[in-house]
């Protein structure tokens, strides 16, 4: 199982909101992270308002619906049809 570090305590970023918001709308956080940059050069007030805001709901949202542990998929068994013949074969039974 890989190791997993909650985004607010990577040592990486800052909040973890750009990634949050990259994981939940399914989009790399590098194109959220230059739209925030660009933004902050036009409306610093603004962009810092709704990072935080949007840093706000990206915790809520991580601590009211946390990432649950998938279950293995079940694989049903294996049947092969033999060529010429459609009866089910067991894969044991192909080989020569």
Do not use: K, Q, W
């Amino acid at each position: 199982m890989p190791n997993f570090t909650p985004l607010f305590n990577r040592s990486d970023t800052l909040l973890g909101v750009c990634e949050g918001l990259g994981r939940d709308i399914g989009i790399h956080p590098n194109f959220l992270r230059i739209a925030f940059g660009v933004g902050l050069m036009v409306n610093p007030v603004f962009v810092i308002g709704a990072y935080l805001a949007l840093g706000v709901a990206v915790y809520a949202a991580r601590f009211l619906f946390p990432d649950m542990p998938r279950a293995a998929a079940v694989v049903p068994p294996v049947t092969m049809v033999a060529e010429g013949n459609d009866d089910m074969v067991a894969p044991d039974r192909l080989a020569a």
